[in-house]
């Protein structure tokens, strides 16, 4: 690197070295788009196209081996054919953290790396990423506007008070949710549940009415949702305007006990705590399943899965349940998803950022949320709408053309239109299943993207682990009864040996800085 910039930490080298041997096998590879006769047509931020000379962006990023991304995709393509600014895609479909550490380490960076927001705005501040404050202002009106409409202004900035990150934004980000068996309950004539008692009772019924059946298939990362109910989290969030640690809340105790009790009924997965998700898979497609707790996308993969031996099954979202304070509540994904951050050695800074202000006008996010007018959509009325071909045979999956087109520019910085999961996701059990959780979201979301100084971090390395390593061992055994309740304070003091008051101190000092 530079003189005149900081030097990358020696923990990344020290990463970086760990990690060859594995990035050293690793599914690299490099891919081109070629384009031209760009329009010379005028988008809301200057005139198209961006320069007069075609210019190549090396990018680095993750890939998907059954969803890559590719420059040629008819998205992409239609985008660089407009600005004159194409992307030369090094791709990695696995070991990815690892190859950015060793990218990092070299000193030698393509002009854009796909980069986890705490990564951006960690090592921005040490040098490798350009901050890009100033090139904002100058370059990036509709970035700006984004930022500040959706709030997100605090989340993107480091420690040092700058922002390094281009943010790739979620539109109807969902955090988990409640799956039930509709024929069951149909078959059974129960009502769709509202309380935690309405829950119990219907997980009683499957168990009586099939004595083979898993009541509830769940497992440990994916009971959120349950959590929900009781006003708590399985990790850090806010509550009541501080930082709190969830599983160390007395609302975690009444979650924990309620949990106990369908499992000491045998009324909960019984393998809970180390079942794997393609055991849990087998297990919805011999029907063996009544409900489950996770991701709304699986509500339609499950459905899928049960059809072909039980045509009548649906497992179906449903909104979540009232809590013991007569609440329904929601905790959303993080709206922002991973980033791209500027190497600080691009020649293309200020192309860059003319970019991805395309992108972020409502000409780009037309063209990224909706793809090519006469093909993947038409206007009705004045509004877009995806043509019958974007949906596939079954109109039950976006998996094929939307994949092919690359949609939302996955894996680069894009803010996509309102609403457009709905569209998106049309005729699917998942787009019920958003519209069930919107109206219970937390707001303002309790899951702050904080940023820590680096003895912060060092701190938290060893003290987190050590919390968490706690929580989870304990949480498992409150569940199964090899812990009593009666010893929650054993536990809250185990979580304190371990390092959580020092963990939640640093936290707060974090979200106080976030909230300023």
């Not at 004159?84 to 070991?95: L, R, Y």
């Not at 569940?479 to 390092?499: P, R, V």
Request: hydrophobic share 35%; with cysteine.
């Amino acid at each position: 690197m530079k003189s005149s910039k900081k030097k990358i930490t020696s923990m990344i080298w020290a990463t970086a070295m760990a990690a060859t041997a594995v990035a050293g096998c690793s599914n690299a590879n490099v891919e081109t788009a070629v384009v031209s006769n760009a329009p010379q047509s005028t988008g809301q931020t200057g005139k198209l196209p961006l320069t007069e000379q075609k210019v190549t962006l090396d990018y680095l990023l993750s890939d998907h081996a059954t969803q890559p991304i590719n420059a040629t995709d008819p998205v992409m393509a239609e985008l660089q054919k407009r600005t004159n600014v194409s992307f030369n895609f090094i791709k990695t479909a696995e070991g990815y953290n690892d190859k950015f550490k060793i990218t990092l380490a070299s000193g030698k960076l393509p002009d854009l790396l796909y980069a986890e927001l705490v990564d951006a705005k960690k090592y921005g501040p040490e040098g490798a990423f350009l901050p890009l404050d100033d090139l904002l202002q100058k370059h990036g009106p509709n970035i700006l506007k984004t930022i500040k409409d959706r709030g997100i202004e605090k989340d993107l900035k480091a420690a040092d008070g700058k922002i390094y990150a281009l943010p790739k934004l979620r539109e109807s980000p969902t955090g988990g949710a409640f799956m039930v068996r509709k024929d069951l309950l149909d078959q059974y004539g129960i009502k769709v549940p509202d309380t935690l008692d309405d829950y119990y009772k219907m997980l009683k019924t499957f168990k009586e009415k099939d004595p083979s059946i898993v009541p509830l298939g769940t497992t440990i990362g994916d009971m959120n949702a349950i959590f929900y109910v009781f006003g708590t989290y399985n990790n850090y969030f806010v509550k009541n305007d501080k930082m709190e640690f969830g599983p160390a809340l007395p609302e975690m105790k009444e979650a924990l006990t309620y949990l106990n009790k369908l499992y000491s009924e045998k009324l909960l997965e019984p393998e809970f705590g180390i079942i794997a998700s393609k055991q849990v898979e087998a297990k919805v497609s011999s029907g063996k399943i009544g409900a489950y707790t996770g991701h709304l996308n699986l509500t339609d993969f499950y459905t899928s899965i049960m059809k072909k031996d039980f045509p009548n099954a649906q497992m179906m979202p449903i909104p979540p349940l009232t809590g013991p304070d007569g609440k329904k509540r929601v905790i959303q994904e993080q709206l922002i998803g991973n980033a791209a951050v500027l190497s600080h050695d691009t020649k293309h800074a200020e192309l860059i950022i003319k970019l991805f202000d395309y992108v972020f006008s409502d000409e780009g996010k037309l063209l990224m949320s909706y793809g090519l007018e006469g093909d993947s959509y038409e206007m009705k009325n004045g509004k877009p709408e995806y043509t019958e071909k974007m949906y596939g045979p079954t109109n039950s999956s976006y998996q094929t053309m939307f994949t092919k087109y690359a949609m939302f520019g996955r894996r680069i910085p894009v803010d996509p239109a309102a609403d457009i999961g709905q569209q998106v996701n049309k005729g699917t059990l998942y787009a019920d299943g958003v519209k069930l959780q919107k109206p219970h979201y937390m707001t303002p979301n309790p899951l702050p993207h904080l940023t820590f100084t680096e003895s912060e971090t060092d701190v938290l390395k060893s003290k987190e682990t050590a919390v968490k390593d706690v929580s989870d061992q304990y949480m498992l055994k409150f569940i199964m009864g090899q812990e009593s309740m009666d010893n929650w304070g054993k536990y809250t003091e185990a979580l304190k040996k371990a390092g959580l008051d020092d963990a939640l101190k640093i936290y707060n000092e974090s979200y106080s800085r976030y909230k300023k």
